[in-house]
């Protein structure tokens, strides 16, 4: 049925930059909020970016303000986040979530992808 499929997770310096991408099949987006969360060890599940699918509309947490950035490409059904100056606080589990608009949870969680940030 519907899938979230998270790539683009790895190492990399602090300072550096990684895309993570979100693979969304299973149904149509429209009227949907496509977000990401994250999880830091011993830590709870925070709130990232998120986008309106069909209007492109954003948030941020104030965390990642300037430094990430949510987008996504409508015909390949994929959601991105651009995580530019990354520092260690931002080592974590990425999940890829989908939720209807004027809802406050989502219905559709990725897998997750490993983000870690040496310094």
């Known amino acids: 049925q519907v899938q979230l499929v998270e790539s683009g997770g790895g190492l990399v310096q602090a300072g550096g930059s990684l895309r993570l991408s979100c693979g969304a099949s299973g149904r149509t987006f429209i009227n949907y909020v496509m977000g990401w969360f994250r999880q830091a060890p011993g830590k709870e599940r925070e709130f990232v970016a998120r986008i309106t699918w069909t209007g492109g509309l954003t948030s941020y947490a104030d965390s990642v303000k300037g430094r990430f950035f949510i987008s996504r490409d409508n015909a390949k059904n994929t959601v991105y986040l651009q995580m530019n100056s990354l520092k260690p606080e931002d080592t974590a589990v990425y999940y890829c979530?989908?939720?209807?608009?004027?809802?406050?949870?989502?219905?559709?969680w990725g897998q997750g992808t490993q983000v870690t940030v040496s310094s």
């Open positions: 979530a989908a939720g209807r608009m004027g809802f406050s949870t989502y219905e559709y």
